[in-house]
């Protein structure tokens, strides 16, 4: 399936931890999105271990699925970024 | 159809001015993410509007259209933020 991670994290010591954790499974492409194929299995995992790091009464991760890769189109204005060699 | 549009704005006034206009079309979700329900044709003219303010060398903004919003399924880990009632 193909996600869309977006986040929303009040600290800045989670916010790289969770950012280190996506990156092992998707793509950084903009500061507060990360996206990409992936199976269900390692999205959970991925989750899971996002869970873990964020304080759930302050932070706010969304994921959204599409199951098809197809149906999804992205569009940009702009510069097409990447953060994937940003030092962490 | 169903869009998320997520953006890297370089400059502060540049980004209060896309929020603005990102605000009349869709639903203001994370800090850098809007979302919603959106015809083709009303984004278009969104679309046109942001690319007005942007800095095409420098700001980033990615549309994820999807044509039928059932193909996509948003999941949220911690808090559902909104940032509708900022003011701006």
Redesign the interface.
């Known amino acids: 399936m193909y996600v869309?991670v977006?986040?929303?994290i009040t600290d800045d010591k989670r916010l790289n931890k969770v950012r280190k954790v996506l990156k092992k499974y998707l793509y950084w492409?903009?500061?507060?999105?990360f996206e990409g194929e992936i199976s269900k299995a390692l999205l959970a995992k991925c989750?899971a271990e996002?869970?873990n790091i964020?304080?759930?009464?302050?932070?706010?991760?969304?994921?959204?699925?599409?199951?098809?890769p197809k149906?999804?189109?992205?569009?940009?204005?702009?510069?097409?970024?990447s953060y994937m060699d940003n030092f962490l």
Chains 1, 2 share one sequence.
């Open positions: 869309i977006t986040y929303d492409s903009q500061l507060s999105t989750m996002v869970n964020i304080d759930l009464s302050e932070d706010s991760v969304y994921v959204y699925e599409v199951e098809n149906n999804i189109k992205k569009k940009v204005l702009g510069i097409e970024k």
